[in-house]
């Protein structure tokens, strides 16, 4: 059973620490696209892909953590965790929507 513990454990970290890299890198990459116009809401929409994606490996990571701890607390932290990454993914996609419509030509007066 120590074997299960060890392996499940070490996944969790892997997956704590791919999702800190994933974050990292992608706020990095971000910040390189900021010059020029436009670059405040490229750079948003950048820093919140990388950041929902890191997001996954965090649940992925407090989900490992309930299997090895099943307590209310581990339950706790992964519903936060999961209502954060659908929170963020809930705000992209309605900025997505305000940039498209800030894009189109608005019809003017008849």
Known sequence: MSYYHAVVDGLRVFSLVAGSIVICV??????LEAP???GRGRVARR??????LGLEFFIGA???NLILNPTWGAVATTTLTIVVR?????SLGLS??????????QPGPR
């Not at 992608?26 to 910040?31: L, P």
């Not at 820093?47 to 929902?52: D, K």
């Not at 997505?96 to 030509?105: I, L, Q, V, Y």
């Open 62 to 64: 407090t989900i490992l």
């Open 36 to 38: 020029g116009a436009g």
């Open 47 to 52: 820093m919140g892909e990388h950041v929902a």
């Open 86 to 90: 659908k929170l963020l993914t809930l």
């Open 96 to 105: 997505a929507e305000e940039g498209r419509d800030a894009r189109r030509p």
């Open 26 to 31: 992608g706020i990095g990459a971000a910040t």
